[in-house]
């Protein structure tokens, strides 16, 4: 461990299997930025998971990127700006419709795909015309991205398929030493990803359900917005298969949840429930609930899903969720955390 790991030092540094964790700190967080400015790759902490960011206009450190997380050179990045003033220098074009959900949402939980502009890397939109851009709202990385002072490309920093992370030792332990840094800005608060929007002939849709419910959405355009996030569109967060853990998942209603647990457990299987409100059954190894409160499940979801792994779990059978407001995005990850 590095002489600044001793207690009481600006920067705490965990040196583990050639990967420093920084608490976020101002040190810290410069470090960060003169890394990102090398070319290097630091993981980082968002209100929605964490992502793995490389500066977005360098070549060399965004192709980085996408061999950490062992993803298709197709499938585009999202590049993370200061602030919404940034947009220009991004997008060729910003619809009105954009710039009141700008307004509503940036800081927050939201990307908009837009047309990209001329000097956007084809690299980050992967072949794309338009480019997905999102002002994320944590104060680290807010300040991380005020000092680089540029675009930052991140996709969730897991490997390509898996679940994110929503904790340092979680990025550790999806990307370990494909990544130089992570600044651990704590558990990410809302734990699924951002809603990503369209705009598609003048219509607003969503691709892919997240942070911002499409009531909220809603509130702010006056119509409600179309619901896209059925595959159709090339993204990979939007693959029928994605966000999975390891252990099988069984998704029921939440009435049916305690007998399809005793009955896997009675066959031997070492089972777990996951459920709005706590449900126990016999033989049940583990069962996790959120206290009935959809907001608190969400933040949990992927923590549970990576115990269930680390549990070894046979089967982890779980409750759909309510669809609306974030449980929208919950039930849309449960649907293909479930597919195999
Ligand atoms: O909350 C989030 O959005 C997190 C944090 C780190 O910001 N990021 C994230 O990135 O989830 P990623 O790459 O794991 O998922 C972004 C999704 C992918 O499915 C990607 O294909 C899609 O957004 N995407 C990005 N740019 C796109 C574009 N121009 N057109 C269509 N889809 C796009
Ligand atoms: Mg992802």
């Known amino acids: 461990m590095p002489s600044s790991a001793r207690p009481g030092r600006p920067v705490r540094a965990l040196w583990e299997n050639g990967l420093l964790i920084l608490d976020a700190n101002d040190r810290s967080i410069a470090l960060a930025a003169e890394m990102l400015k090398a070319g290097r790759l630091v993981a980082i902490p968002t209100e929605t998971v964490y992502g793995l960011a490389a500066d977005a206009s360098n070549l060399d450190a965004v192709s980085r990127v996408f061999a ?21 220098e991004w997008a060729s074009h910003v619809p009105d419709a954009a710039t009141r959900l700008a307004g509503a949402f940036w800081p927050g939980p939201l990307t908009m795909l837009l047309p990209r502009h001329a000097s956007v890397l084809h690299a980050v939109t992967g072949g794309l015309d338009t480019v997905g ?3 994320p709202a944590h104060p680290a990385t807010q300040r991380l991205l005020q000092l680089f002072g540029g675009g930052l490309a991140a996709p969730s920093a897991n490997r390509f398929g898996r679940v994110s992370p929503t904790t340092a030792a979680a990025v550790e332990s999806e990307l370990g030493e494909a990544v130089d840094v992570v600044i651990d800005g704590g558990q990410c608060k809302i734990g699924v990803e951002s809603t990503i929007v369209a705009f598609i002939h003048g219509e607003v849709a969503i691709v892919r359900p997240g942070g911002i419910s499409a009531e909220a959405i809603t509130r702010i355009l006056g119509d409600p917005p179309r619901i896209v996030a059925d595959g159709s569109m090339r993204a990979p967060g939007t693959l029928a298969s994605h966000y999975a853990p390891a252990t099988p998942l069984v998704l029921c209603e939440p009435g049916e949840v305690a007998r399809r647990a005793a009955s896997l457990a009675a066959t031997g299987a070492r089972v777990g429930t996951l459920s709005l409100e706590r449900t126990c059954a016999p033989g049940v190894a583990i069962a996790w609930g959120a206290g009935g409160d959809i907001a608190t499940f969400a933040r949990h979801l992927y923590s549970w899903l990576r115990q269930a792994d680390a549990e070894a779990l046979d089967a982890l059978v779980v409750a759909r969720p309510p669809e609306e407001g974030i449980g929208f995005a919950v039930a849309d990850r449960l649907r293909r955390a479930a597919q195999r």
Do not use: Y
């Open 68 to 88: 950490a997380k062992g993803r298709p050179a197709s499938h585009p990045l999202i590049v993370h700006l200061p602030a919404t003033a940034e947009l220009a």
């Open 133 to 135: 851009l999102r002002v």
